[in-house]
């Protein structure tokens, strides 16, 4: 059965930093790209950033570079999100996701070219 499992969610003030990680199961992720996705209350779900499957290429939304890095490891089937200076709307429930999105950065922001997802760890950023 193919799982991937987010740990690292909590509570952290604004300007804090917070961990995610993202272990996969059932199969090797290592030829897939590995994505994380969010989704606030009452808001559809939104692309955060995105690894290549060789972990050589990155995407990030305009709202999270230069302050959350994604990287991978693929011996551990593990990819990780590090988020610092937090802010408060980055307050959502936190999504892994793998898969084959394609070529083109567009199609690696895009959830529906995501085969598997998470369960979702809640991120809380207090102001």
């Known amino acids: 059965q193919v799982q991937l499992v987010e740990s690292g969610g909590g509570l952290v003030q604004a300007g804090g930093s917070l961990r995610l990680s993202c272990v996969a199961s059932?199969?090797?992720?290592?030829?897939?790209?590995m994505g994380w996705f969010r989704q606030a209350p009452g808001k559809d779900r939104e692309f955060v950033t995105a690894?290549?499957?060789?972990?050589?290429?990155?995407f990030y939304t305009n709202s999270v570079k230069g302050r959350f890095t994604i990287s991978r490891d693929n011996a551990k089937n593990t990819v990780y999100l590090q988020m610092n200076s937090l802010k408060p709307e980055a307050t959502a429930v936190y999504y892994c996701?793998?898969?084959?999105?394609?070529?083109?950065?567009?199609?690696?922001?895009?959830?529906?070219?995501?085969?598997?997802w998470g369960q979702g760890t809640q991120v809380t950023v207090s102001s």
């Open positions: 690894i290549s499957w060789n972990g050589d290429t990155t």
């Open positions: 996701a793998a898969g084959s999105p394609g070529r083109g950065a567009v199609r690696f922001t895009m959830a529906g070219r995501y085969d598997y």
């Open positions: 059932g199969r090797t992720f290592s030829n897939d790209a």
